[in-house]
């Protein structure tokens, strides 16, 4: 059962759609089936990149799936080991996500699209946390917003659930790129292709040093940079050596991921 997720792999690259009629709500049995797909990009060493988008032109995603909220399910419930949709608090995901926003992200729809690395986003999307209309706490998206936007910028737009349109949304950097209806695809697929070309070691270095030193001063990181296990990889790679040669020769490096 895909539970409205669906998955197209093509090479490296893998595509995950929420296709959901009518607006891509996710429920629990749909959280759990994204929190698998996750976990099976991140383990399989043919996959490079994914790209999560919502089918059809208006809804990327509105989240929780509120219809199942009032039939019972609760906020608290086991939404995968991820946490809801699966990229809340994915483990060990050093991969590079891609978000192609077809349109509407509201709330976990929004914190989907905070937990990928690239966001392209079509014109006419628009991102909110309407939670606080509902009362409920966008745990998520208050955890994650502050560190991507200014601090008032995240306040005003977690206590009043306004909208941002796809042009904020660009000059706050939640978007990298604002492409015309129906394009975000198509940007996300040259984007990943680019991605799954390059050195394979780089991508989970480049994740995992962010990662843990989101919130560490600049001295002490770059300590912490000696001890992760990504980075002394590439120290330690023939990549590292034949990225060195191959533009000594100048030809295309050819990369072996080791």
């Known amino acids: ?8 792999t093509n090479g490296a690259v893998m595509e995950i759609t929420i296709d959901r009629p009518k607006a891509n709500a996710i429920d629990l049995a749909a959280s759990r089936r994204l929190n698998q797909v996750i ?37 608290d419930s086991d939404w995968g080991v991820g946490g809801f949709g699966g990229l809340n608090y994915p483990r060990n995901l050093n991969k590079p996500l891609i978000a192609a926003v077809n349109g509407i992200a509201c709330g976990g729809g929004f914190e989907i699209v905070l937990g990928t690395d690239i966001i392209v986003m079509e014109e006419h999307a628009r991102f909110a946390l309407p939670e606080i209309n509902v009362g409920v706490l966008a745990d998520a998206g208050t955890i994650k917003l502050r560190r991507r936007v200014p601090y008032h910028v995240a306040v005003e737009f977690l206590m009043t659930g306004r909208w941002m349109d796809a042009a904020e949304a660009k ?88």
Do not use: Y
């Open 1 to 8: 059962m895909s539970d409205g997720i669906n998955t197209v």
């Open 39 to 75: 976990s099976a990009f991140r383990d399989d060493p043919k996959l490079r990149v994914a790209i999560v988008t919502g089918a059809g032109e208006r809804f990327f995603s509105p989240g929780w799936d509120l219809k199942a909220a009032a039939a019972g399910e609760e906020s």
């Open 171 to 258: 000059h706050w950097g939640l978007a990298n790129h604002v492409v015309p209806k129906g394009q975000a695809m198509a940007k996300a697929r040259e984007i990943a292709q680019q991605l799954a070309a390059g050195p394979p070691l780089l991508f989970p270095a480049i994740k995992q040093l962010l990662r843990h030193t989101e919130m560490v001063a600049e001295n002490a990181a770059f300590e912490l940079h000696d001890s992760l296990d990504a980075v002394q990889k590439v120290v330690r790679s023939e990549d590292l050596k034949e990225g060195a040669t191959a533009f000594a020769e100048k030809r295309p490096p050819r990369w072996k991921g080791r």
